[in-house]
């Protein structure tokens, strides 16, 4: 009888991986491994593991309730920072396809880059970011959850891509595949946040610079498979993760105006300031209150501070806001 079915073990998929995969692709067999050594799976490389980790993982369930630009938004279609890591996610598998590089370890970076945002975006960053020396990285706090608050025990790879995506790290991964995420993420929320601020009334279609309509095209998808392209074919000339120098000036044009005209725009400012004061407002009480932060945020090696900011940090939106009113506005009876 014929079958229906091939087995296909993970000893499989890393020959495969040899066999198809570019050059400077990060192979699975060649990992650095996990901080505590394990027996490998029998079916999945050590990166598919860590993909199915971390979507898996509690801090990546809070997601759905995090800012990604309007603060608790009340309408269904608005992103999210879920919604933004799926994208994010989508658009670094595509490009590492193209380039024949590993999918699954860039997918792992791509799902995890994020699950270190405070409520509120970059607002609750920059508030926590007060408390200590130096600027509060989301970045550094995703390690930390997958490192001490829900450990996941993940490659080196998929940690050093986290770690490293924001592009003011400054910092290159020391994969392709972690380099890519930089462009998957600041292409994701370009693309989505503009049509989020169309879909608020705050832009219409006339107010991008011409030279972004001019190269990028329409809002949304034109965008981000303009910019795909880009990256896809610069990086194969170049060698490196990169994108077409002159569309590069481009996008960091859009993203200057989307800070001028969306991210910091006045009339949002005492919406920024109320998130501004919640974070605060929350690290403070809960240093006065250490005895009222979870079990599972407290940890003997870490100070006061970083236990108080990794409770804080690890709300959600709306959980910050009711908190923050129970605690300051108590409700009269």
């Known amino acids: 009888m014929s079958r229906a079915f091939r087995l296909r073990t993970r000893t499989d998929a890393e020959a495969i991986e040899r066999q198809v995969l570019a050059p400077g692709a990060m192979y699975s067999a060649d990992t650095k491994g996990r901080a505590v050594p ?37 309408g269904d279609h608005f992103v999210t920072r879920m919604s933004h890591t799926l994208q994010v996610t989508q658009i670094g598998g595509a490009i590492a396809r193209a380039l024949s590089l590993n999918v699954p370890l860039t997918e792992a ?44 025990n993940l490659t080196h790879e998929v940690l050093d891509g986290i770690r490293t995506h924001p592009w003011r790290v400054g910092e290159q991964a020391e994969t392709h595949e972690g380099n890519i995420v930089k462009f998957a993420d600041r292409i994701a929320y370009l693309a989505h946040d503009a049509e989020d601020a169309l879909r608020a009334g705050v832009l219409d279609r006339s107010s991008f610079p011409d030279d972004v309509v001019l190269m990028f095209g329409e809002p ?102 009711r908190t923050h009113d129970t605690l300051f506005r108590p409700q009269l009876f």
């Not at 860590?50 to 608790?72: E, G, P, Y």
């Not at 270190?116 to 970045?139: C, I, K």
């Open 38 to 74: 394990e027996e490998p799976d029998e079916w999945r490389t050590p990166f598919e593991r860590d993909r199915a980790r971390i979507l898996h993982s509690k801090a990546f369930r809070r997601l759905k309730h995090k800012t990604q630009v309007f603060m608790n938004p009340e």
């Open 109 to 152: 970076v791509c799902l995890g880059h994020d699950v270190g945002h405070s409520p509120f975006g970059h607002t609750g960053e920059d508030a926590l970011s007060t408390f200590v020396d130096g600027d509060w990285r989301h970045s550094d706090q995703s390690v930390r959850i997958f490192e001490v608050l829900e450990p996941l």
């Open 220 to 321: 949304g998808r034109e965008w981000v498979s303009t910019m795909v392209r880009s990256v896809v074919e610069e990086s194969y000339r170049q060698n490196e993760i990169t994108m077409e120098p002159h569309l590069l000036e481009v996008m960091n044009d859009l993203r200057a105006f989307m800070f001028d005209r969306v991210y910091l725009r006045h009339e949002a400012e005492s919406q920024r300031l109320r998130a501004t004061q919640i974070v605060r407002d929350l690290v403070t009480y809960y240093l006065e209150h250490l005895d009222e932060v979870p079990d599972t945020y407290r940890h003997d090696e870490a100070d006061d501070l970083t236990q108080v900011i990794d409770y804080v940090a690890g709300m959600t939106d709306r959980y910050a806001i």
